[in-house]
């Protein structure tokens, strides 16, 4: 059975940073693009940022470049998301997801955590 699980997240202060990760397992995903998404109240779900199992390309939604930096462990079948200087308007459930590509992944996981919360106060 493969589980996504999130941990990470909380509250934090508008310019201040936060880390979440994302540990998979019930399968190896080294060969998979992980990533995140999240979902602000109100709102649909969005991309966040994502990264291949090889060579650690990355992709990320412009609201985040520069801010937020994605990283993993194949190792430990871990992601993780360094958010940085954070905005109020980053306050959302953040959701782990798995897909075989990162163009794939973006649109359509093939797996979803279950969410963590961050809140982020000005």
């Known amino acids: 059975q493969v589980q996504l699980v999130e941990s990470g997240g909380g509250l934090v202060q508008a310019g201040g940073s936060l880390r979440l990760s994302c540990a998979a397992s019930g399968r190896s995903f080294s060969r998979y693009a992980m990533g995140w998404f999240r979902q602000a109240p109100g709102k649909e779900r969005e991309f966040v940022a994502a990264i291949s199992w090889s060579f650690g390309t990355t992709s990320y939604a412009d609201s985040v470049k520069g801010r937020f930096t994605i990283s993993r462990d194949n190792a430990k079948n871990t992601v993780y998301l360094q958010m940085n200087s954070v905005k109020p308007e980053d306050t959302a459930v953040y959701y782990c997801?798995?897909?075989?590509?990162?163009?794939?992944?973006?649109?359509?996981?093939?797996?979803w955590g279950q969410g963590t919360q961050v809140t982020v106060s000005s």
């Open positions: 997801a798995v897909g075989p590509t990162i163009a794939t992944m973006s649109v359509r996981p093939e797996y």
